[in-house]
């Protein structure tokens, strides 16, 4: 009997989602990418569906395990990784995004991070985040 165990890692970045499925000593049995795409509704802005994120996050995940030959219950534990900074905000009622998700490269906040700044909120926004503007 196969007592192969395997790590499933997900990868969900700024143009594509991908799967990687590593074997017990670390090698990899199988990759599977998918991109998605960017919107650019005006200069310096920049979002995503998020929808279409989950779509391909959804599909690597299925192809990954298809590539791999693997039984998924042989997937003993998985990692992600993703955009971190990237934004969406799901209806509360329907768990559908509201509006596409405002992407962390995206000026489109600037003016209002700005005004915050202006105001004399810089200090408290480092000791919240950690970050400088």
């Not at 969900?12 to 998605?36: K, L, M, N, P, W």
Request: zero cysteines.
């Amino acid at each position: 009997m196969d007592n192969q165990q395997y790590v499933l890692a997900l990868d969900q970045g700024t143009t594509s989602s991908r799967a990687i499925i590593f074997d017990h000593a670390g090698q990899v049995v199988a990759i599977a990418q998918e991109e998605f795409p960017q919107y650019f509704p005006q200069s310096g802005w920049v979002e995503h569906d998020a929808n279409e994120i989950w779509d391909s996050v959804q599909k690597v995940l299925n192809e990954v395990v298809i590539k791999a030959q693997i039984p998924p219950y042989k997937v003993r534990a998985i990692g992600i990784t993703n955009q971190r900074e990237t934004t969406v905000i799901w209806d509360k009622q329907t768990g559908q995004p509201i509006h596409r998700a405002i992407v962390w490269q995206s000026k489109q906040t600037s003016a209002i991070a700005q005004a915050l700044i202006d105001q004399g909120y810089q200090a408290l926004i480092h000791q919240k985040n950690g970050f400088d503007y």
